[in-house]
């Protein structure tokens, strides 16, 4: 991206790119309205009060930096050890809960061209590897 941040036009894209990077979560997979509803469960056991537009806009950073910012919100701060363990829970109740993980509108169709025309592709991910096999096996 330029750096002043303004997205390129479609028509800026190389005819014959190196390769493509994907995101996973809300990229390729619909995986968003999962992610968050684990958050809201896990700041729910732990106490933290937590909105659902606030997380959802937050989905895609880290989540330990994820945890730190709602609590901080809540006037709560956490170490690093607080929130590794806050981010942790999330991430067994993310998993618990994408039993069904669909693959977004034309992406697996996308994925097959890349293949078939040798482009490299590859996905990139904030989530742990533990986190992301149902959505990985929904492509």
Do not use: Y
Request: hydrophobic share 45%; glycine share 8%.
């Amino acid at each position: 991206m330029p750096d002043d941040a303004t997205p390129r036009p479609v028509s800026a894209i190389p005819d014959d790119p190196a390769a493509i990077l994907f995101d996973l979560d809300g990229t390729i997979v619909d995986t968003v309205g999962t992610r968050v509803e684990a958050w809201v469960r896990t700041f729910a056991e732990v106490g933290i009060p937590a909105e659902r537009p606030h997380l959802a806009g937050l989905i895609g950073c880290d989540g330990k930096r994820l945890a730190r910012e709602v609590a901080a919100l809540a006037g709560r701060q956490l170490d690093e050890l607080r929130a590794e363990a806050i981010d942790r829970r999330s991430g067994q109740l993310f998993a618990e809960l994408n039993t069904d993980p669909q693959p977004l509108p034309g992406i697996v169709e996308l994925i097959a061209a890349l293949r078939a025309s040798g482009i490299p592709w590859s996905i990139a991910t904030s989530s742990r590897m533990d986190q992301v096999h149902a959505s990985l096996a929904s492509l």
